[in-house]
């Protein structure tokens, strides 16, 4: 069966600093891998998704990037985190958007 | 475009009661997906459904069901006998196809108070 891992669970980092998430998906092959935030609001933004290795898009500008250097691996970064870059980022996969999500149990980032 | 509307911002039932969470959708496509999602107060996303605009039949999984109405483009999710478990955000979701992603609602927060 497909697993999805996320880590780390929270993450506290001083404003400035670089950032590094990365997520793994196991027993599948070639899945469409997506990084999304949740503010505090709730509402859900898609950041960034990807169909295949080194193929990224961003769905809005802003100050983090992502990467996929291996078939089931996807990194969310970021060279000088900002207060704004606080809150609960999600990853989650799938083999095509009509089968809907599945998530990585989360990061909670905390920019002080 | 497509817009997901969950006009219920937080929702507090007493257990054992029933509660409906509202999921009003807009696209022009006429071959689309729906979904619901839980999300208890851990953080994951927990997909609950998925129902493509060809099935309007309603569904029913234990003490949930789902209420698909093309004619008033809803989507309704309850849940019989609710229990403190129960206690989230729900989402509702729409994908319509193409170049589109998934649209989510801005979800309902249910409380299911003992």
């Known amino acids: 069966s497909q697993t999805i891992h996320q880590w780390p669970a929270t993450l506290v980092q001083p404003v400035g600093s670089p950032l590094s998430l990365e997520c793994t998906v196991e027993g599948t092959s070639n899945p469409n891998l997506y990084w999304y935030r949740q503010a505090a609001g709730r509402g859900l933004q898609l950041l960034f998704y990807s169909v295949g290795i080194g193929q990224i898009s961003s769905e809005v500008p802003q100050n983090l990037s992502a990467s996929r250097p291996q078939d089931r691996q996807f990194i969310l970064s970021s060279k000088k985190l900002l207060l704004s870059d606080s809150g609960f980022y999600l990853c989650?996969?799938?083999?095509?958007?009509?089968?809907?999500?599945?998530f990585g149990s989360g990061t909670r980032l905390t920019v002080v | 475009a497509q817009r997901v509307t969950q006009a219920q911002t937080e929702i507090s039932v007493v257990e054992k009661e029933d509660v409906t969470l509202d999921c009003v959708y807009e696209t022009r496509d006429t071959t689309y997906y729906l979904f619901w999602y839980k999300q208890p107060p851990s953080g994951e996303l927990v997909f609950l459904i998925r129902r493509n605009s060809f099935d309007e039949q309603n569904e029913i999984s234990g003490r949930y069901s789902w209420n698909f109405q093309k004619s008033t483009s809803s989507f309704n999710f309850t849940i019989t006998a609710s229990q403190v478990v129960d206690s989230a955000v729900y989402f509702c979701?729409?994908?319509?196809?193409?170049?589109?992603?998934?649209?989510f609602g801005t979800g309902t927060k249910l409380q299911v108070i003992p």
């Open positions: 979701a729409l994908y319509a196809g193409g170049y589109q992603k998934v649209t």
């Open positions: 989650a996969w799938n083999e095509g958007e009509e089968y809907g999500y599945t």
